[in-house]
């Protein structure tokens, strides 16, 4: 086969394989595929799993130790960043479990962020925690009520603040009388549904 006809069928291939998976529904690949990219992530992917550095270069047809080596210092850096990025997220709890750190100072040091609101609104920083890694980029605490990570507070009084924010926000928005629905919106009713859980309880 010649070189032309191999560089034309990996796109083609790629086009065969989407075709399938639009037909399935299931998603397909962006990722524009070339000849040379499915070598290096072969090459890639063989450094990693541990075959010898001479039969690789024998697979890939180099002449030069060097260019294969440039593979397994690929797989190297790509095992440090790994590495730390688990030390970032888990160094503390791999402190704890080594027997570095005890139980009081893991809590203390993992302890939740608090919900960060707009400028206006720092005063009900304390409705809750957030399992977010930093701040939110949504709306707090307007869609911390709406939001599967939120973890409200047990302080009902903060709470039906933040509702009656809410609803000044929208008579504000809407300066005539507002329609009764947009007092109804998710994130008004979903704080409307905490604070009468916490009545309850």
Same mark, same amino acid.
């Given at each position: 086969? =010649?070189?032309? =006809?191999?560089?034309?069928a990996v796109p083609r291939l790629l @086009?065969?394989?989407?075709?399938?998976?639009?037909?399935?529904?299931?998603?397909? +690949?962006?990722?524009?595929?070339?000849?040379?990219?499915?070598?290096? %992530?072969?090459?890639?992917?063989?450094?990693?799993?541990?075959?010898?550095?001479?039969?690789?270069?024998?697979?890939?047809?180099? @002449?030069?130790?060097?260019?294969?080596?440039?593979?397994?210092?690929?797989?190297?850096?790509?095992?440090?960043?790994?590495?730390?990025?688990?030390?970032?997220?888990?160094? #503390?709890? +791999?402190?704890?479990?080594?027997?570095?750190? #005890?139980?009081? @100072?893991?809590? #203390?040091?993992?302890?939740?962020?608090?919900?960060?609101?707009?400028?206006?609104?720092?005063?009900?920083?304390?409705?809750?925690?957030?399992?977010?890694?930093?701040?939110?980029?949504?709306?707090?605490?307007?869609?911390?009520?709406?939001?599967?990570? +939120?973890?409200?507070?047990?302080? *009902?009084?903060?709470?039906?603040?933040?509702?009656?924010?809410?609803?000044?926000?929208?008579? %504000?928005?809407?300066?005539? @009388?507002?329609?009764?629905? *947009?007092?109804?919106?998710?994130?008004? =009713?979903?704080?409307?549904?905490?604070?009468?859980?916490?009545?309850?309880?």
């Amino acid at each position: 086969m =010649s070189k032309n =006809s191999i560089s034309k069928a990996v796109p083609r291939l790629l @086009e065969l394989i989407n075709s399938l998976q639009y037909n399935i529904g299931a998603p397909t +690949f962006d990722e524009p595929l070339t000849a040379r990219r499915l070598r290096k %992530t072969f090459a890639t992917h063989a450094a990693a799993v541990g075959t010898p550095a001479m039969m690789l270069m024998e697979l890939l047809d180099h @002449e030069d130790m060097q260019h294969v080596m440039i593979y397994y210092k690929l797989g190297a850096n790509f095992a440090n960043k790994v590495d730390q990025v688990y030390r970032e997220q888990f160094g #503390t709890i +791999f402190d704890y479990f080594s027997g570095v750190i #005890t139980l009081e @100072e893991l809590s #203390t040091v993992n302890k939740s962020k608090h919900v960060y609101g707009p400028e206006n609104l720092r005063r009900l920083v304390g409705i809750g925690f957030c399992s977010k890694e930093g701040l939110c980029k949504k709306a707090p605490p307007y869609s911390c009520y709406t939001c599967i990570k +939120f973890e409200a507070c047990n302080n *009902k009084q903060i709470h039906i603040e933040v509702l009656e924010c809410m609803l000044e926000d929208v008579s %504000t928005l809407f300066e005539q @009388e507002p329609a009764p629905a *947009k007092f109804e919106i998710n994130h008004i =009713s979903a704080c409307r549904s905490l604070i009468a859980q916490l009545e309850n309880s």
